[in-house]
C-alpha cells in the first residue's frame, strides 16, 4: 500500500477530452458539482491505478453508452462509503476538499477493487423515474380503460415494478398511493397530465445482473451509484428499498430479448392490457439487437386486439444523447406518441 508522500499529481493520460471530464460537465449540468470535481481529480489521478487505467484506455465500444464514468463513480463512491480510505470517506463527508489527494490515494489502494466494479453496468435504478412511467400508464389507462400486466425489461432491483405503491405529484395531479412513505413529485413543465386509474393486476421483470433489496451488498451497490451530493435520491431509494422488503418484486435472471420473446407468447387474457416497458435500458443493447428488441415487440403488437391491447413504454436518451424522451406506442393501432422529455434521474418532467 503506497504512502500519500509517494504519490504525485501529475497529468491522466486518457485521451483529452476524456469521458471523465465530458462526463463531469454533464454532473455539472445535472446539479452536481461534487461529483464533477470527483470524475476530473479522477481523471488527473488515474495513472495511480494502472489497471483501471488500462481497462479504461482499451474499452471496446462506446464509453459514453457503456456509462463508463459512471461505474468509476459508483466504484468510489462504494469506497468511501466502506471507509476503505479515510482520506476519501472524509472528502465525502465534506471534512475537506483535497479531491486530488484523496482520488490519488483511493485509485492506488483500490486499483482491483475498481476494476471488478467496472465490470458490471450501472444500477441506479432510479424510482424518480416511475413519475413518467406513471404519467405514460394514465394515458394508456384512459384509452384502454383495462388493468395492466407490466412487463420490464433491465428491472435491476425491480423497486419500478412497484411503482403503484408509490405516491406522485404530477403537476398538481395527486395519483398513485398517497397512504404511501415514498412521494414522488418532479418539477412539472407544460399542461397537466391525462389522469386515469392505473389498476396493475401483476407485474414482472427480467435483468442479466439483478439486484434484490433483501440483499445488503445489492443495496450497497445502488446506494453507490446515488451522486453523493444528492442526498434526496439517497433517501428516495432508502424509502423505496424498504418498500420492495416489504413487497419484493418479481424479478427473473434472464436475457432481455429471450425473456420478452417468451412473455409475450404466452397467451394474453382478454380484457388485460399488456405493457412492456424499460428506462436507461437500451443503451446497453448492442445496435443489432435494439432493433431486434422493436421486431419482437411490434410482432406482438400484430396480435394485439382492442380486447387484449399491447403498449410500450420506453424513457430512453435519444441517438445522440441530447434528451431523455419518453415515448408511448399502442396497438393494435400501433400509434406512436412522444409524451414528455425529461430529465434523466426523474427531477423534471416536460410534458407535451
Not at 21 to 42: H, K, M, N, Y
Not at 89 to 112: E, I, V
Not at 241 to 260: H, S, T
Amino acid at each position: 500500500m503506497p504512502d500519500s508522500a509517494d504519490l504525485l499529481t501529475l497529468p491522466g493520460t486518457i485521451d483529452t477530452p476524456s469521458e471523465l471530464t465530458r462526463q463531469a460537465d454533464i454532473c455539472r449540468a445535472l446539479g452536481s458539482d461534487f461529483v464533477g470535481r470527483v470524475l476530473e481529480a479522477a481523471d488527473r489521478q488515474l495513472h495511480h491505478a494502472p489497471m483501471t487505467e488500462a481497462v479504461i484506455a482499451s474499452w471496446p465500444g462506446d464509453r459514453a453508452a457503456a456509462a463508463l464514468a459512471m461505474r468509476l463513480n459508483g466504484a468510489l463512491h462504494a469506497i468511501a462509503r466502506r471507509g476503505i480510505v479515510p482520506e476519501l470517506t472524509a472528502l465525502y463527508r465534506g471534512d475537506h476538499a483535497d479531491f486530488d489527494h484523496a482520488l490519488a490515494l483511493a485509485l492506488a489502494r483500490c486499483d482491483l477493487f475498481i476494476i471488478e466494479w467496472l465490470r458490471d453496468p450501472t444500477q441506479t435504478n432510479e424510482v424518480g423515474r416511475s413519475a413518467a412511467l406513471m404519467a405514460a400508464l394514465m394515458v394508456a389507462a384512459k384509452r384502454f380503460d383495462l388493468p395492466f400486466e407490466l412487463l420490464e425489461l433491465g428491472t435491476s432491483c425491480g423497486l419500478n415494478l412497484n411503482l403503484a405503491r408509490y405516491g406522485y405529484d404530477l403537476g398538481g395531479v395527486q395519483c398513485g398511493d398517497r397512504e404511501s412513505p415514498l412521494r414522488i413529485a418532479p418539477e412539472w413543465r407544460g399542461p397537466a397530465p391525462v389522469t386515469a386509474p392505473v389498476d396493475i393486476i401483476s407485474a414482472s421483470g427480467a435483468d442479466l445482473h439483478p439486484l434484490y433489496a433483501s440483499h445488503a451488498d445489492s443495496c450497497e451497490r445502488l446506494l453507490a451509484f446515488i451522486w453523493a451530493d444528492q442526498r434526496h435520491r439517497v433517501q428516495r431509494l432508502e424509502h423505496a428499498l424498504d418498500i420492495a422488503r416489504a413487497c419484493p418484486p418479481q424479478i427473473e435472471q434472464a436475457e432481455a430479448l429471450a425473456w420478452i420473446e417468451r412473455k409475450l407468447a404466452w397467451p394474453q387474457p382478454a380484457g388485460t392490457c399488456r405493457v412492456i416497458f424499460h428506462s436507461m435500458f437500451r443503451q446497453y443493447l448492442p445496435v443489432p439487437e435494439r432493433a431486434r428488441l422493436a421486431e419482437i415487440i411490434a410482432d406482438a403488437g400484430e396480435r394485439a386486439t382492442e380486447q387484449s391491447p399491447l403498449a410500450w413504454i420506453n424513457l430512453e436518451w435519444t441517438p445522440d444523447r441530447s434528451e431523455v424522451q419518453l415515448m408511448l406506442t399502442c396497438w393494435p393501432d400501433g400509434e406512436q406518441r412522444l409524451l414528455a422529455t425529461c430529465h434523466p434521474y426523474g427531477e423534471w418532467i416536460a410534458w407535451r
